[in-house]
């Protein structure tokens, strides 16, 4: 058993990686859309063209947030002098006080921009590491939601939690919650509680629970057994935030992607992308996983927010092995990534074990 401080200081960030920022059906062109990452005041918007960009949400002049000002469809201009910029790249196009005596030449000047890109109906924004400046660095690849054949449904759910990312992503990755937190009819019950084990495996930047049967008092997972096939399911977690659940059953799938982004050090924020074939042909298959869907990342809301009550009495706080094992993985992969170490946590296959 651990005892460890997670009601202290606001967590450490980890900058240099993709994070999901806006929903792209909520932009449209000539509109802008704000929004925090990781404490950053970000500007969204998509150009005429279509292209998306993201910026700093300050003019490098005088720091007033260029969301106050105005965005034509090409360049964003900026309420208190009227400097011009365009968005993708941040160079500056234009400084009206300047006259023919200047010498200034408007487009050595640059607001920050950030790199952004849309995946799976999100605007993905890419957030360097501090004094990164302009350098042209290989970036990582955007995470996608993995799919698995051409016709599927798919859905979006979201919710801020009061809490640091860490205090979420040792939630999202917790298998002991689920008879207490989710309990219903249609998930699971505290009767149910049953002694697991499962199989991880070290991947780059995480772990895998290793393909196996999905829990049996999960009433969700049953369904799948109309297809008469083996139904299996491995859940991946990934750095910075990403966990990826795929569930085959034959050519049936359902596979989800939730990340847990940081707003400021101390709030963030749960996504979920979900997509599926199972029961494809189902009338209102789509709008019955989203009401229960909505209920479950519900509940983790409604728990983390009473939890975020006890952390203000700043408690001494514990992890134990098995069920924790997880958390203690993602602490010290994630100390190797603010540290720049190759270390991993796991060596190899690990088996755990745990009731839930």
């Not at 792209?24 to 404490?39: A, C, F, M, P, Y």
Request: hydrophobic content about 40%; aromatic content about 12%.
């Amino acid at each position: 058993m651990d005892t460890i401080n997670l009601s202290g200081p606001p967590a450490e960030l980890i900058f240099g990686d993709w994070y999901p920022a806006v929903r792209t059906d909520t932009l449209r062109k000539g509109k802008t859309s704000t929004t925090l990452l990781l404490g950053i005041p970000v500007l969204l918007g998509k150009k005429s063209d279509g292209a998306l960009f993201a910026m700093k949400d300050l003019c490098p002049h005088r720091g007033i947030p260029l969301s106050a000002g105005w965005f034509d469809g090409q360049t964003v201009q900026c309420k208190y002098h009227g400097w011009k910029f365009e968005p993708c790249s941040g160079q500056c196009t234009e400084i009206p006080s300047l006259t023919h005596f200047d010498i200034l030449e408007p487009t050595k000047i640059y607001a920050t921009s950030y790199p952004c890109q849309e995946r799976d109906g999100w605007a993905w924004v890419f957030l360097p590491e501090a004094g990164a400046g302009r350098a042209n660095i290989e970036l990582p690849p955007i995470p996608e939601l993995p799919k698995f054949s051409e016709k599927f449904r798919s859905a979006h759910l979201t919710a801020d939690l009061p809490c640091n990312v860490d205090h979420g992503i040792i939630g999202l990755m917790d298998p002991a919650h689920g008879p207490f937190v989710h309990q219903a009819w249609w998930w699971r019950s505290q009767a149910s509680i049953h002694e697991k084990t499962k199989h991880f495996e070290p991947i780059p930047q995480g772990f895998r629970m290793s393909s196996h049967a999905p829990s049996s008092n999960s009433a969700p997972y049953k369904l799948l057994g109309v297809y008469g096939q083996a139904v299996t399911t491995t859940i991946d977690f990934v750095l910075p935030n990403r966990r990826f659940e795929t569930i085959r059953a034959g050519d049936k799938w359902f596979s989800s992607l939730t990340t847990v982004t940081p707003i400021t050090p101390s709030t963030c924020r749960i996504d979920v992308i979900a997509a599926w074939n199972i029961f494809y042909n189902v009338p209102f298959v789509t709008s019955i996983a989203t009401f229960f869907g909505a209920r479950f990342v519900r509940q983790d809301q409604e728990t983390m927010i009473e939890q975020s009550r006890g952390l203000r009495s700043h408690p001494a706080l514990m992890l134990i092995d098995d069920a924790d094992k997880p958390a203690k993985w993602y602490f010290a992969l994630k100390q190797a990534r603010l540290t720049g170490t190759v270390a991993h946590p796991l060596s190899g296959p690990v088996e755990l074990h745990w009731r839930s």
